[in-house]
């Protein structure tokens, strides 16, 4: 595994001196943003609060099928300002930020633990350029679902933005996705949690009806207050997932379950 090797002070010496080699053009910006500089990824990670995530650590997979979970093929500690940087070859990464708890570097999400998947993965590491990514963690309360079938990009799902009765948006909810109206199992697959503006996407590996459950924790059956929807009724239920296609579903209202 792969760690922090470039002090944060010359990082920025090289960054503010180095220009890109001739005839380069950063890639486009819709899909990150880029500065002339060392190959890799760097960036800055902040709490909730916008406080520097001491002790956390960005992770770089080369592939999200297991769902950023497990050893990763890099890591990078976070610095007590906030920032990172990722020595990296050329190539498209999948990236996580983490702060345990325990302040142990491997091991399961619990609740306590603060994470959070980058937006745009996968982001791409050009020759003369240091990709920029920053995040912003979010507090894990309850057990993650978060197994293989967990999805951090793709070209099929569903996308919407998840708000409460207030019609304000809810950090922390999470989108399940099951073949079947048999919600008391585990689902097969699960967006990654809403940040603070509610948005979120559910990549899906085919097409096909999923029928969708959105809640804020994780295990076992609903309890009395939790904010909770199933989408819509009857076939309305289970939405179809057209191949190449993030089809948004707008906004999806949960409530306290059982009121």
Known sequence: MARLKIPWLLLLLVLNACAGPAGVTPPAPESASWVAGPLGIAGTVVDGQGEPARGAVVYAYRSARAGLRGPADFAAPVDEQGRYFLDLVEGRYHLVARRRASGED?????????????????????????????????????????????????????????RDAQGRPVSGALVLAYRDRNFQRMPDHTAPATGEDGFFTLYLPEAGSYCLVVRTRTRGQPTAGELHAVLGEGAQACPE???????????????????
Do not use: C
């Open 106 to 162: 491997a091991g399961p999400p619990r609740p306590g633990d603060a994470w959070a998947p980058h937006p745009r993965n996968p982001l791409e590491v050009r020759p003369g350029f240091t990709t920029q990514a920053d995040f912003r963690l979010l507090a894990i309360t309850q057990p993650m679902i978060m197994k293989q079938g967990t999805l951090t990009s793709g070209d099929t799902g569903f996308s919407g933005v998840v």
């Open 241 to 259: 997932a057209r191949r190449g296609e993030i089809r948004d579903l707008g906004p999806i209202v949960v409530r306290p379950y059982g009121r």
